[in-house]
């Protein structure tokens, strides 16, 4: 979270809640619709494009998404969450290099982020890297054995499924 609820101007505590409520409800035409006081307050900004970004990113309107990241990096917001976000938006407008570039400098910030190397092989392999997408897919459930199960139908790796090492991998999950 860029900041908590309670970190905000009194006056619009009650409206980011709306907002977040709406967010959580699956509305998030709704919670744009509510967003516009957030936003022109300067305490209240950060997170109301926080807000702004998640709603953005569940109407598939990913290219906005992007532009509101690009301010929330010049603040203090967690990196993690902001690489992750960016680099969906990227792989849905057709920037895979761009997403692939999000998930290294996570890598880069946390090496043992399990879900940093896999979502960094799901990207090389779209690229049409698969020694690269297959090692990091291999660090990736060094990390976190349990996203080989998610490897059996991530379709982000389909380039690799004919490769012996990657059924390898997915066999070592069967023998534990």
Not at 22 to 46: K, M
Request: proline share 3%.
């Amino acid at each position: 979270m860029l900041q908590a609820v309670t970190e905000l101007p009194a006056s619009l505590v009650r409206l980011s809640l709306s907002v977040e409520g709406w967010l959580d409800l699956g509305a998030p035409e709704r919670a744009l619709a509510d967003i516009d006081p957030l936003l022109a307050n300067p305490a209240a900004r950060p997170f109301g494009l926080l807000l702004r970004v998640r709603a953005l990113v569940a109407l598939k309107r990913h290219a906005e998404a992007l532009r509101d990241m690009e301010e929330i990096k010049r603040g203090e917001h967690d990196a993690d969450w902001i690489e992750f976000q960016e680099a969906w938006c990227r792989k849905r407008i057709g920037d895979i290099r761009g997403a692939a570039a999000c998930m290294e400098r996570t890598i880069a910030r946390n090496h043992r982020s399990g879900m940093g190397h896999y979502n960094l092989a799901c990207y090389l392999a779209l690229l049409g890297e698969s020694e690269r997408a297959l090692q990091e897919l291999t660090i990736a459930c060094g990390l976190d054995p349990v996203l080989r199960e998610s490897m059996l139908t991530e379709s982000d790796l389909d380039s690799l499924r004919n490769d012996v090492r990657f059924s390898q991998l997915c066999a070592r999950d069967k023998r534990a």
